[in-house]
């Protein structure tokens, strides 16, 4: 049985990912300068159903947390190079890990010295010898917890599609990926045409209509490996794994016009809208902001032959 949500939040995000797969394993990173320790501890979480990575040496901290991007860091409190307090404080240092919960494992009971800890910003502690269950459960919960606030950070509210700053991430990640893979990419600039027009003479709502029917086309059609950000109020980026740019040209053409069929209604008014898209590709271009203005360049050019179009 899964525990109760800690935060509606939760609620909001399976509204925002309609469906979409969420990824399953709550990743934590145990740092216990003691391996026999740390592999039992590991073992609990793993049985659990987690994905454990072991660090023994605490200075690894930076390197351990960008390769494996934990949910938690459970971590011993004495260690001889650096103690759970100086941890903290260097992953409390860096933006991208204020929020990330580190739970202490420790044999400590002096108040003063557990607040101590507090004050770097420690989520909690579990006390040594470990109960199997209390320690799944606590770190489940927080774990849990990070990972719907990260899934809710990364979405757009609107339409649940990356935003744009995870969008801009995951151009580079998914621009490495396809080089190690010796693969395409190809990057889709998509810009409603005319949409303030819509706005103007339907309203915002129904502009915002518009807005959640397109996200909701291009997630249906899209496989899920292919990642669809809403990049700027009515720019949308699509990054397409392993595919020509011949075959996204027909693949959006379609699109295109499957939605440009679809009738809106706002009041008593019905009218269309129109979408125009620039495409290029890795290995055409071979740098992440040179692709995407290779795809701007190209949705220019389509915007200013008429609209409703799709260039290459
Ligand atoms: P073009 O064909 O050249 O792209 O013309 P356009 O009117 O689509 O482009 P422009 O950049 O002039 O206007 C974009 C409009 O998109 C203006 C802005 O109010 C609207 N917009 C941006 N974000 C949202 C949103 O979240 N909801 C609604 N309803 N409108 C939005
Ligand atoms: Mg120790
Ligand atoms: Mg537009
Ligand atoms: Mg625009």
């Known amino acids: 049985t899964k525990p109760a949500r800690a935060l509606d939040l939760a609620a909001k995000l399976d509204e925002l990912l309609e469906g979409d797969s969420r990824e399953e394993q709550l990743r934590i990173l145990v740092v216990d300068d003691e391996p026999e320790v740390a592999a039992y501890h590991s073992l609990i979480l793993q049985e659990a159903g987690m994905s454990v990575r072991q660090l023994h040496d605490p200075s690894g901290i930076l390197d351990a947390l960008q390769q494996f991007n934990p949910d938690l860091v459970l971590a011993d409190m004495y260690m001889p190079r650096c103690t759970g307090v100086e941890l903290a404080a260097i992953v409390r240092q860096l933006p991208e890990y204020v929020s990330l919960p580190i739970v202490y494992l420790s044999s400590e009971t002096n108040r003063q010295k557990q607040f101590s800890a507090m004050q770097v910003g420690v989520e909690g502690f579990i006390t040594k010898p470990v109960v199997p269950e209390e320690l799944v459960a ?69 502009g915002d209509q518009v807005l959640i029917a397109l996200s909701r086309i291009l997630r249906h059609r899209l496989r899920s490996s292919d990642i669809i950000g809403r990049y700027g109020g009515e720019e949308f980026a699509l990054l397409l794994k392993g595919v020509t740019p011949g075959y996204a040209e027909k693949l959006v053409n379609q699109l295109r016009e499957d939605f440009s069929n679809i009738a809106f209604t706002a009041g008593k008014a019905r009218f269309n809208c129109t979408f125009s898209a620039g495409i290029s590709c890795y290995p055409d271009y071979t740098h992440a902001d040179s692709l995407r203005l290779a795809a701007d360049r190209a949705l220019y050019q389509a915007k200013n032959q008429g609209r409703n179009q799709v260039v290459v």
């Open 138 to 206: 606590a770190v489940v919960l927080r774990a849990e917890r990070m990972r719907t606030l990260r899934a809710l950070m990364s979405r757009d509210s609107l339409t649940g599609l990356y935003n744009h700053t995870s969008t801009t991430e995951m151009l580079h990640t998914s621009l490495a990926q396809a080089m190690r893979l010796e693969e395409n990419l190809v990057v889709v600039m998509l810009d409603l045409d005319n949409f303030k027009a819509i706005n103007d003479l339907h309203g915002h709502m129904a």
